[in-house]
């Protein structure tokens, strides 16, 4: 079953535009991911952000995380042409949740969002 | 490291065939995972393992799966006999383990194999 819910579910820029995907889920995590996806191809890992954190950064990108209102963001900055892909937040559980079960290495994925960035 | 490798690339069957999907972690990691993507459930969780043994299966769509991992280096997930249904494409990731008091990881997914059952 999917815990996390991106949106928007289409995401159409021109480069050099920033592109903004967000993320909400439904139970308490450990942390929270971002992978991106290219046509054809497996899911390569992003950024992770923990719990007890707010923002990361690496490089163009930009995550924020909001416990209290389960939510996530992913910002690419001055956006590129080779950014077109999906993009998908995941959450592994925090093992000390009411809705916890099974181990907690593992990982639930949204239904991500396709960006497009135009040249 | 080459990554995770999956075999093979793609796959068409027809109904009620055996199909055996593999998989090679990367060396040295703890956990391995099966997902199933498709367009109407997205990515699903099927199976994963913990230093080769089965941790939560309880994603696996019904008994015509099944999943091993003899050892450290390889897993297969099987389906026999396959369905129409069952038309995806299957990753596998794999990833070293983390406690609460080290830094978590992330998964190093497989390129993946595209099944057909016609």
């Known amino acids: 079953s999917q815990q996390g819910e991106e949106d928007p579910q289409a995401l159409s820029i021109q480069e050099g535009e920033n592109a903004t995907m967000n993320c909400s889920y439904k139970?308490?995590?450990?942390?929270l991911q971002w992978y991106r996806q290219n046509s054809g191809r497996g899911l390569v890992h992003l950024i992770l952000i923990r719990s007890n954190e707010r923002e990361k950064h690496s490089g163009r990108l930009r995550v924020t995380l909001d416990t209290s209102k389960k939510s996530s963001s992913l910002l690419i900055t001055a956006s590129r042409a080779a950014d077109t892909a999906s993009y998908f937040c995941a959450t592994a559980p925090d093992p000390y949740s009411n809705a916890y079960s099974g181990g907690y290495n593992k990982l639930i994925f949204g239904a991500g969002t396709r960006l497009a960035v135009h040249p | 490291d080459a990554g995770v490798i999956q075999s093979p690339r793609h796959e068409v069957t027809e109904m009620g065939q055996e199909v055996t999907l593999r998989c090679k972690p990367i060396?040295?990691?703890?956990?391995l995972f099966w997902y199933r993507q498709t367009m109407m459930r997205g990515l699903e969780l099927l199976i994963y393992f913990n230093n080769n043994v089965p941790i939560d299966d309880s994603g696996m769509p019904e008994d015509r799966f099944s999943a091993k991992m003899p050892n450290a280096s390889f897993s297969t997930l099987k389906i026999q006999p396959s369905e129409p249904r069952d038309s995806a494409v299957y990753f596998c990731a794999s990833s070293l383990a983390w406690s609460e008091t080290e830094r978590p990881y992330g998964y190093t997914f497989g390129s993946g194999t595209r099944l057909t059952v016609v």
């Open positions: 060396s040295g990691h703890d956990y």
């Open positions: 139970t308490s995590i450990n942390n």
